[in-house]
C-alpha cells in the first residue's frame, strides 16, 4: 500500500451476496473500487454478527486491491493476529472497545498489517491526540455502528474537519464509514476524507451476474467529490 490523499472507494462487503463473496469481490473491482472493506461484528460490541477470520481468508485470493478489515468487535487483541493472518492489510480497531488502545495498534502493526482506529458518533476526535504517531488510518463513523442502510449523521463532517488539522502531513488515512452515497461523500471529501466506505449505495442494483450497476454506482460516488 502506497499512500496517497485521492479519494479511494471501498465497497463494504456487509451489503454484498453472502453466498457469492469471492465472485462479488472480484466483481466490485473489476467495476473500479479502490479497496474491499470487510465490516467484522460480534454481536457484543454491536448488535450483529457478521464473519470472523475465515471467511476473510476465503476471500483474500479474490482480493487484488486491499482487504481492509474493520473489527467491531470487543475484546479486539485475541484476534488481531488470525486476522494478520488471514491476510488483512488494514486493521482496524474501535477506541471504545478496549481500555488499551495503544497496546491494540501496537499488536496490529507487530501482526505486520497497517494500523486503523475507529471514532464512534459520540466519541470526540480528540480521543486520538495521542495515537496518530502510531496509526495508518483513523475511521470516522457516521452511522452507529452494527448495521448496513443507515442515514449519515452530519454532526460528523465538523470531525472530519478537526481531525484533517490534527493529522497535518503525516501519511494517515481519514476513513468516512456510514451513510456515503453521491450526496454525502462531498461533504466528507471537503473536509478531508479520502477513503469512502459505501455499502448498499454500491450494491444496489446490481449483482454478480450484473455487475456493471456496480461500476456506474462507484462512478457517482467518486465523481461527486470532484
Known amino acids: 500500500m502506497t499512500f496517497d490523499r485521492s479519494v479511494k472507494i471501498a ?3 456487509l451489503s454484498a451476496d453472502f453466498a457469492n463473496f469471492g465472485l462479488e469481490c472480484e466483481a466490485i473491482e473489476a467495476q ?9 461484528m460480534d454481536g457484543h460490541f454491536v448488535p450483529n454478527i457478521t464473519f470472523g477470520p475465515d471467511t476473510c481468508k476465503a476471500i483474500r485470493p479474490h482480493i487484488k486491491t486491499v482487504m481492509d478489515v474493520h473489527l467491531m468487535i470487543a475484546p479486539v ?7 494478520a493472518q488471514a ?11 478496549g481500555p488499551h488502545i495503544h497496546r ?3 499488536a496490529i502493526r507487530g501482526a505486520g498489517a497497517k494500523a486503523g482506529i475507529a471514532l464512534n458518533p459520540g466519541t470526540p476526535v480528540e480521543s486520538v491526540d495521542y495515537l496518530l504517531d502510531m496509526v495508518d488510518l483513523v475511521c470516522v463513523m457516521t452511522v452507529n ?7 449519515f449523521i452530519h454532526s ?3 470531525k472530519v474537519r478537526k481531525l484533517r488539522a490534527m493529522i497535518g502531513d503525516r501519511p494517515i488515512h481519514i476513513e468516512i464509514d456510514g451513510g456515503v452515497t453521491p450526496e454525502t461523500a462531498p461533504l466528507v471529501a471537503e473536509a478531508g476524507a479520502d477513503v469512502l466506505v459505501a455499502g448498499s449505495a454500491v450494491f444496489k442494483g446490481g449483482s454478480v451476474s450484473n455487475p456493471a450497476p456496480y461500476g456506474e454506482n462507484i462512478k457517482a460516488i467518486r465523481a461527486a467529490t470532484r
Open 87 to 97: 491476510g488483512a492489510d488494514v486493521i482496524t480497531a474501535h477506541v471504545e472497545a
Open 11 to 13: 465497497p463494504s462487503i
Open 32 to 40: 473500479g473500487a479502490d479497496w474491499v472493506h470487510v465490516d467484522v
Open 104 to 106: 491494540t495498534l501496537q
Open 145 to 151: 455502528p452494527g448495521f448496513g442502510g443507515q442515514k
Open 156 to 158: 460528523q463532517v465538523e
Open 77 to 83: 487483541d485475541p484476534y488481531i493476529e488470525a486476522f
